[in-house]
């Protein structure tokens, strides 16, 4: 995946998998712990000593992680509103500045939103393609060069594209002169660019879990007669469904963070993304635009969130089985 | 599909070498014949549709003369060719589309990012020196006075507009654009004037009136010499000469100014320059070898900011980590007591700000700090007037307070699957030994946990020093440095001063840019070299 899924806050993919196969284990632990506290009533003085004091920790996290998203909730119902409006949370109630997101063309949301959406589904697609094939073949495969190769591609991981910025701008303005379709300005010379990055962290991180798959599965569908092709595509990458999840969606949410390769490939106002438009938006006229930012900063974040939200469980489940062994 | 076990291994050390190799060729023969007709067909077809692009694309760089690259698409195609109709090559089968996308968008870009490192491409330095030549001679046209008036008809072929001229003298027809010097024509006239010629469009009135901005650029060079002049024309249905007040001089590489008489030349710096030092722009690019390099380390207006700028790079990425491990750490304590009730839920809300995109995060924050309509200033601290993102030490400050909100999360994640799986004999030897709850975490648990979370405070720092949305979402690198010849303020971080040097403003100096990229590129391998042989010293003394 282009840019590696560092785009995630804190962490490039294998540790975000880890952090959330480790989430998994707290969760099973909680449940645990959950049955073990139910013991007598304890006192006031000693409830709070034990967990009391927690709760009022847990209290003030909430505030603080949760503020800032009600906060944008609050102003994108705020309708015309700006930053000073904005101060009054939830006083009013109105979902203009959602349809006025779609009426003006100088700021053309749909479009950004469509564009976020198609760059993020094919580059994530196609990331989970290519790092799958790779993976197959290092996991499966015993060829002059396999260690080599696992290890240049760590090496690579080290330099991110990100740092290219320049150099891709100049390649893709290279290309636009002789192929305009695939060049800079172009949605598809843009999801090429981050299937650059395809490989790297994603091959380990599926490396990882393909080699959990017994060898067996393959010999057994050998000896019916199934080609490698076969074997490929309807047997393994069925079985390691789960790590192509992950996968697809950490590419997906560094897609919809990216901005510098974005905002260096995309020129055009209706081109951009999300990360791109938005950042214009209120980079322009903070003030006046806000509950304009607003309304559309929660509709692009709805869907990430849920993604992330909804297959967690999921993705979770199959990571831990594939850390378990 | 269930088999049972089939003993089909003889023992390795009784297979001779031709054993062995008719046994791979059955292998062989056995893979061609499962492999379905569809796959087959579907095969066939993709690789007809890749050679069809690449004949294509091979012919059309050939025409604009990238042979390089033409070459390059063509070896391409011809080694995906090999690998696929070949048998066996199984792993490279599987290996190549991700690798060809890997060398081209990485691995080359990386390698072009340090040849320009190493030239003066800019503005004013983006093209080749016969492009640069006549865009002097372009920009400096004027219409020579008392020039003779060519009857002109503006015609189109393929696309290109072109001027079709009656020679005021000899009344030849001539047809010629901005690309290509005038050539005579065979043409009907009316009343004198050429009017249509073959293989040409007329545009009419209409047509020219709706082209009026693409026409009037068009200037086309009377004849090979590009000092001879160009045609002009600002109707549509004449034309003037135009001659540049600069003479360019093939043979002596200079430009001259005909009315001040000063000579530029070139003096392998990318643009011709006087004696007195000023240049003539559009330069062209050039190799300036380690110039850039030797610039951001001694130019004073360049080296201050970079110098400023790497050490709060430094300084902000481990303070990202310090803070929210730390932060991470003590709330995973907090939250890992089996006797706390609805531990999940906290733990639910607690992942909201990793789920919410990271660049709304940044641009939300940055409107809660806003000075004079922030929520912190107006509501939280009633009505204040703090600079939280014009004051330099205060932006700072309100980064790392952004970034500890986006960060603790992930970290809360990783140290609470730490510390579950450290297991719990340990603490309670510790225990049984008398030791305290603070000295069994300090001395026992702490060390362990840091053994399984020390790669991942790593890449973490490597994130951070690159950590480009935050900072310039939220603050833009601002406030910006006063005494300062690049673009770059007190919270840039290396990342976002590439960016801007390259990207933000009228001046892009992709040389310089690149530089400091190749510069992080080193700073980055070696940090990541060094602590990674240390994590790796942490693990072998446990």
Known sequence: MALDSTALTGGTGPEVARALSEDAAAGRADDSGRRGARTPRRPFGVWFRQTGWRHLIGIVMLVFCAFPLLYVLSAALNPGGTLLTANGLFRTFSLESFTRLFENPTQPFAAWFVNSMVIGLATAIGTVFLGALAAYSFSRMRFTGRRIGLLSLLLVQMFPQLLAFVAIFLLMSTIADIFPAIGLNTQVGLIMVYLGGALGVNTYLMYGFFNTVPMSIDEAAKIDGAGHARIFFTIILRLVAPILAVVGLLSFIATLNDFVIASVVLVDTDKQTLAVGLYRLVSEETAANWSLFAAGAVLSAILPMALFLALQRYIVGGLTAGSVK | MTLPPVETDLPTERRD???????????????????????????????????????????????????????????????????????????????????????????????????????????????????????????????????????????????????????????????????????????????????????????????????????????????????????????????????????????????????????????????????????????????????????????????????????????????????????????????????????????????????????????????????????????????????????????KIAILIVNLWLGFPYMFLVTTGALQSIPDDVTEAGRVDGASVWQIFRYIKFPLLLVSVAPLLISSFAFNFNNFNLIYMLTGGGPRFADASINAGATDILISMVYKVAFVGQLRDFGLASAFSIIIFVLVGVISYISFRQTKALEELN
Do not use: C
């Not at chain 2, 970079?306 to 709330?331: E, N």
């Open chain 2, 17 to 395: 070498p031709a054993t062995d190799k008719r046994h791979r060729r059955a292998e062989r023969y056995a893979e061609a014949a499962s492999a379905g007709w569809k796959v087959w067909l579907v095969k066939t077809a993709a690789l007809a549709i890749i050679d069809a692009a690449a004949v294509y694309a091979t012919m059309v760089l050939a025409a604009s003369d990238q042979w390089v690259i033409a070459g390059i698409v063509a070896l391409v195609t011809v080694a995906v060719n090999v690998v696929y109709l070949t048998p066996g090559l199984l792993p490279a089968k599987y290996l190549t589309p991700g690798l060809i996308f890997l060398l081209v968008f990485q691995i080359f870009v990386i390698g072009y990012t340090v040849y320009i490192a190493f030239t003066n491409y800019g503005s004013g330095h983006n093209s080749s020196k016969d492009d640069a030549v006549n865009a002097l001679l372009l920009q400096s046209q004027s219409r020579l006075e008392d020039s003779a008036t060519y009857p002109i008809t503006v015609v189109e072929q393929n696309g290109v507009f072109s001027l079709l001229v009656t020679d005021p003298e000899t009344g030849d027809a001539e047809v010629g654009n901005s690309e290509a010097p005038l050539e005579p024509v065979d043409a009907e006239f009316s009343g004198g004037k050429a009017i249509a010629a073959e293989g040409y469009n007329t545009l009419q009135f209409a047509q020219v009136i709706a082209n009026q901005k693409e026409i009037g650029a068009i200037a086309v060079p009377v004849s090979d010499d590009p000092n001879d002049g160009y045609l002009r024309t600002t109707d549509g249905s004449s034309a003037y000469l135009f001659t540049s007040s600069l003479q360019w001089d093939p043979d002596a590489d200079t430009m001259t100014d005909s009315r001040t008489g000063v000579v530029y030349r070139d003096i392998g710096t990318g643009a011709f320059t006087a004696d007195d030092g000023t240049e003539l722009l559009p330069g062209w690019v050039v190799t300036v070898g380690v110039d850039n390099f030797v610039r951001a380390f001694t130019e004073e207006s360049i080296r201050g900011p970079f110098i400023a700028v790497a050490i709060w790079t430094f300084v902000f990425a481990f303070l990202s980590v310090a803070t929210t491990f730390v932060l991470g750490l003590f709330l995973a304590i907090v939250f890992n007591d089996p006797r706390m009730k609805s531990r999940k839920y906290y733990r639910v809300i607690m992942i909201l700000p990793y789920a919410f995109p990271a660049f709304l995060s940044a641009l939300v924050w940055a409107g809660l700090f806003n000075q004079d309509f922030g929520f912190i200033n107006q509501v939280l601290l009633g009505g204040a007037s703090i600079p939280w993102l014009q004051d330099p030490l205060l932006a």
